[in-house]
């Protein structure tokens, strides 16, 4: 750790400079992609960043997994003048646990997604207008298979590691499963290998939030001057309570007052916990589509390795051949440690070579995208080995 | 417990047989109720039942205090063809708990509810229309200074007992420190002596569910043809996830389909949890005042016995006198455990008799409105013992 408290002294106000968001175009019309719906869809653009170099073996690439909200901006900035690094800077970087002079990073916009990749905000061929609900509802299933032939494009076989939080880490199950020749290693973190009934329950009234707002339309809103606004901001709201836990909401706010010292006795936001949520709801419908929302959420609650029961865990693990480093975080009540312990165990059972460790922190959820040394180590251990080996 | 078993087998479909609302009004003008905020409120009605019968001594009444969505119709039927008896039924009647044979039991409507107590959608005497939004903020300290003027109106100095839920406890606790002389006793349940950030988090996001359907009007709906049912109806889902353990909602639905066999790759409801939620929305607004739902979660946000941290919470329950019975649910997260220990700890350190037991259940926040054999048993000893002293 001391190596690295050195490294990261010299580049803590360098990280990797200035990044650049990529493109890629495939499944062209009649070689269009069969969704699990049965549905098809092309063609079909992919926004991807990459940082660092693929060496001379192509054994270095690593393919990081977005979350909910997340994108393919993972680290760096736009541009000179861009202040906000991407959403996992502190990650990747020059010194970084995945660090650019040893690893080649990927990261790629999910489909369905608002951050340059085809989704519902895309301008559908067949009419020259935005596809709003008529763009299919896809799955993680859709998105690893979009993402391999991103990898395919980038003439990488083998991905060294797969790696996400919460969504991203069911993408990183996904690509075990889907194509267990093509990856190396797992890092799964904070995730399940499918939503509990209380996540789809959190789900499903942030899409009606969405869906209530008269201003949504149908998912039709492009053209109009109003978007739905104030279902979406409140969508995001629902979701971050959920995001961290009642420990930190308590020991960041508790019942403190913003900006007044005692009670108005009205209906205005009086509390910082009140005032905290709306900042992050008016701040996400600047960043956010509605309608990707929707679509994104669905793919969660869809997502389910034994299908609906109907196999087990332990046989739905059957396929894979990676090794794993499952990370669960103490405080997290969405995707809990018991989540992640069920899949270690049917990891156990086929006999695959797993690491796990329940990370004790306050963040929640959230814990995976704070600085945390443990999960840092852990992952800067599991990646320097199996790149070696 | 055999000898309850036997009375209960008697009364199971007895019960306490058809009861009747009635309505006790105060604080006629000039006399006006001045309220927390400074501001003025009268004339005041309360909706109140009660059930058995007021003693000689009247040393056996008993008053209950309903939670958020509750109402003064705790036991019994309204009618011959009212099939659905009040909201604690199985907790009050002959033979029950709250045996109706041994004591006399009262429950009343908060003001600021919708059930019959003066609201906001009650008519404002200056203006001959409904207050909506002019309606004044009322704290639980209001809710409970009404409640004594019921108690007066009744002829009864001393309550044998105040208990109550949820913020039903809340008003409990709030009893025992403001006329500590006249209560005798107090059973919190599943309550808090205030609310988590969290809890208030919910609650913020509940309301901007109302305050942003259109059709909230500001809160003067209630001339409208359409009032804010798609706002009020996400409120209660929202809420209603809080009152759930996620090992019930896990039990109870799991990921299981409502009526398919397969996903139908769209956005309508597929899973149970999800068609569970929607009904209970959908329940709600037929029964409930969108205002009403501000007015009171404002409340429960508003309770803080030791004013904002200004005083200590053992400071706090100074002025109480009362014994406690404190029971909370090992699966509630809404107002978990080491909130009814907190209140606990600071009765012990004032000296003040107090039992206390956490209850193993899965049903969450709501496992006080579901039936116990611990926590039924608890409150007929703590009762019996009470009333014999």
Redesign the interface.
Known sequence: MRERAAKEEKTEYDSIGIVETKYCTFAHPPEQMVL??G?KLGPITLAYETYGKLNAGKSNAVLILHALSGDAHVAGRHGPNDHKPGWWDFMVGPGRPFDTDRYFIICSNVIGGCKGSLGPSSINPETGKPYG?DF??VTIGDWVEAQRQLIDHLGIHKLLNVVGGSVGGMQAIEWTLRFPDRVKTATLLATAA?????G???N??S???I????KWHGGNYYQESDHPD??LS?AR??AH?TYLS?ES??Q??????QDREK?G???S?E?Q??SY?HYQGDAFIKRFDANSY?YIT?AI??Y?ITR??QISLDLAFKPAKAKYLVLSFSSD?LY?SRDSKEIVRALKRNNLEVTYCEINTNYGHDSFLVRNPVMEEMIVNFLAKNLEE
Do not use: C
């Open positions: 699990e719906s549905e609900l299919p509802v499918r939503l509990s009934a209380q789809i329950a959190f499903e009234v899409r009606r939030a869906m209530s707002d008269p104030a279902g409140l709201m629902i309570i009642e909401l308590h960041k706010f508790g019942r403190k007052l009670y006795y009205n209906f936001t509390f916990v009140e949520l929707l669905k609650d869809y389910d609906g029961g009540w809990p």
